[in-house]
């Protein structure tokens, strides 16, 4: 008896030491990863936090010898998150649905005068899954981007344009999609959009550090953005959208910020969990295949896991990791400024969900 209690618990005492030791070789494992990329992919800098359930996991920056002889990189150094900020706009919508102000199946023009006539028939749902066929809202030829004054100039220009498909019938993305659903929630609220995101989301999670700037220079801790080549530090001239371009675009942020916001969407504190779990399910389109969209976040699964997130420029990537229930989500926030070889942030998240313990 006292052989069989003794092996018991050397086994006990020997698995606590495992997961020790796992906890323990995540955090050497990130490390190493963020090391790794630099010298693969050549990323001037790079920021990682992994949360599991608001606790923190892992969290670091990490700056390649050219980007040290030139820039400072600290934990909270605003990094651009371009089309991150296209969540933001996501909850809002679904926040709204939840209220009862908007219907997803209900077409954008119940809510928006003056959008185009063949857009007449186009439900929320289809914007918010870039599942609507519109084209894209700006010009763009190889020195600049050109954009109309305002948003109601914006529609009326469009007129002109066809869609490419049906509704419903496959997945484009499109700034345009994200331009209607602003006007949409300005429409229902009253409300200024990016004022319409700081009431709701910005000051109820304390996110002081996510800023819309569009001139960034001017602000010290933000991080720029770089191509690298032979060596060098090529910079990239952020595009200087316009003002009713936010629903898409133009925020900086620091990783706390856009983890506590994606730690209080799954924590159902922006939309309850019973809903969110509706809502993060793939948008099926009319033949019955599904997109890769799920109210406006990237989906996917990865063996027990779904996924939902969404994209930054290409460079940068956040995460919400869970088996069935959003009670044991983790969160991954990983922002990068460049690199010599276009790795698509997806490629680089992945390689940070392989080397985490789950």
């Known amino acids: 008896m006292f052989r069989i209690i003794t092996q018991v618990t050397l086994c006990f005492f020997a698995l606590s030491g495992c997961n020790f030791l796992d906890e323990q070789s995540d955090t050497q494992k990130l490390k190493g990863l963020l090391a790794q990329h630099a010298q693969k992919h050549q990323i001037p800098a790079q920021g990682l936090l992994v ?4 606790k923190e996991v892992f969290k670091d920056v990490y700056s390649s010898e050219l980007f040290k002889k030139e820039h400072a990189l600290n934990k909270d150094s605003l990094f651009p998150i371009y089309s991150i900020s296209k969540l ?16 997803l199946d209900s077409p954008a023009s119940m809510y928006v005068k003056g959008l185009p006539i063949g857009w007449q028939n186009i439900p929320v749902s289809a914007f918010l899954n870039h599942a609507s066929g519109v084209p894209e809202y700006f010009e763009r030829d190889v020195k600049q981007f050109t954009f109309a004054p305002n948003k109601q100039e914006t529609f009326e220009r469009l007129k002109a344009k066809p869609v490419h ?3 419903a019938t496959k997945i484009r993305y499109t700034q345009t999609n994200y331009l209607v659903l ?3 929630l300005e429409s229902v609220s009253g409300v200024n959009y990016e004022k319409l995101v700081e009431q709701r989301i910005l000051t109820p999670l304390g996110m002081n550090s996510t800023l819309r700037l569009q001139l960034s220079e001017r602000y010290p801790n933000v991080v720029k953005t770089y191509h690298v080549k032979a060596g060098k530090l090529i910079e990239f001239k952020p595009i200087q959208w316009p003002d009713y371009s936010a629903a898409h675009g133009g925020y900086y942020s620091n990783l706390d910020d856009i983890g506590r916001f994606l730690s209080a969407v799954a924590a159902g504190k922006l939309i309850s969990q019973t809903q969110l779990q509706k809502y993060f399910q793939p948008y099926r389109l009319r033949d019955g295949n599904i997109g890769y969209f799920a109210s ?3 989906y996917g699964r990865n063996w027990q896991f779904q996924e939902l997130g969404h994209d930054g420029g290409t460079l940068s990537r956040v995460r919400i990791l869970f088996k069935d229930k959003l009670d044991d989500a983790y969160i991954i926030v990983y922002f990068t400024n460049g690199n010599s070889d276009g790795v698509w942030s997806r490629v680089l998240v992945d390689a940070v969900q392989s080397s985490l313990s789950l």
Do not use: M, R, T, Y
């Not at 949360?51 to 608001?54: I, R, V, Y």
């Not at 706009?89 to 219907?103: R, T, W």
């Open 51 to 54: 949360l599991h359930q608001d």
């Open 88 to 103: 933001f706009a996501s909850i809002l919508i679904l926040q709204f649905v939840e209220e009862q102000k908007i219907a």
């Open 165 to 167: 498909f049906a509704p």
């Open 182 to 184: 602003a006007a949409i």
């Open 296 to 298: 406006g976040w990237d």
